[in-house]
């Protein structure tokens, strides 16, 4: 087994305290944290402390490793995207570190920590109160703007995208490609 990681200058501090220098090490932390969404291979998970984090793991299933020969994994691609938004001027939120533990070829896990940002929902949420119509327009602009800065999400849904409760301001999260 071996593992691989990418650590944000001045993080390593942050994931000491929360004991997160390990991809086994972070899966069974996050086990104790605020489940915010979860499938059968991955889960978002939220760590209260200071700061608090969020904490996406994935472990894929046994009988469909073979699909991840030599491929990044999608929390490898998500901080990479995040990065380059970054740089291009798009507010998201950075990652503090991501990393990927493989047998030979095949992932095994993979996690992509990063600050918990209070105050922010998902727009899928945002948009289900009041004035919907107005929400959506706001949230149109914003994939607008995106667009013509050259993003394209690759999995835009509005889960996917992060909304300031008092700001409206919006922030792309989950995006494989961009």
């Given at each position: 087994?071996?593992?691989?990681?990418?650590?944000?200058?001045?993080?390593?501090?942050?994931?000491?305290?929360?004991?997160?220098?390990?991809?086994?090490?972070?899966?069974?932390?996050a086990?104790?944290?605020?489940?915010?969404?979860?499938?059968?291979?991955?889960?978002?998970?939220?760590l209260?402390?200071?700061?608090?984090?969020?904490?996406?793991?994935?472990?894929?299933?046994?009988?469909?490793?073979?699909?991840?020969?030599?491929?990044?994994?999608?929390?490898?691609?998500?901080?990479?995207?995040?990065?380059?938004?970054?740089?291009?001027?798009?507010?998201?939120?950075?990652?503090?570190?991501?990393?990927?533990?493989r047998?030979?070829?095949?992932?095994?896990?993979?996690?992509?920590?990063?600050?918990?940002?209070?105050?922010?929902?998902?727009?899928?949420?945002?948009?289900?109160?009041?004035?919907?119509?107005?929400r959506?327009?706001?949230?149109?602009?914003?994939?607008?703007?995106?667009?013509?800065?050259?993003?394209?999400?690759?999995?835009?849904?509005?889960?996917?995208?992060?909304?300031?409760?008092?700001?409206?301001?919006?922030?792309?999260?989950?995006?494989?490609?961009?």
């Amino acid at each position: 087994m071996r593992e691989t990681w990418w650590i944000a200058g001045g993080a390593e501090d942050v994931l000491e305290r929360a004991a997160l220098l390990s991809v086994a090490g972070c899966m069974t932390v996050a086990a104790g944290g605020e489940r915010l969404s979860s499938d059968r291979q991955s889960a978002a998970v939220r760590l209260r402390g200071k700061p608090a984090l969020l904490v996406k793991w994935r472990r894929p299933r046994s009988g469909r490793r073979w699909k991840t020969w030599w491929r990044a994994s999608r929390e490898r691609r998500e901080a990479a995207v995040s990065l380059r938004l970054l740089d291009h001027g798009i507010d998201t939120p950075a990652p503090l570190a991501v990393a990927e533990r493989r047998e030979g070829p095949q992932l095994v896990g993979s996690v992509l920590v990063r600050r918990y940002h209070e105050g922010v929902e998902t727009a899928d949420r945002w948009l289900a109160r009041e004035k919907q119509a107005e929400r959506a327009l706001d949230l149109v602009r914003t994939l607008a703007t995106w667009h013509d800065a050259g993003f394209r999400h690759g999995d835009c849904y509005p889960k996917n995208v992060l909304v300031d409760r008092e700001s409206r301001h919006a922030m792309p999260i989950g995006a494989p490609y961009g």
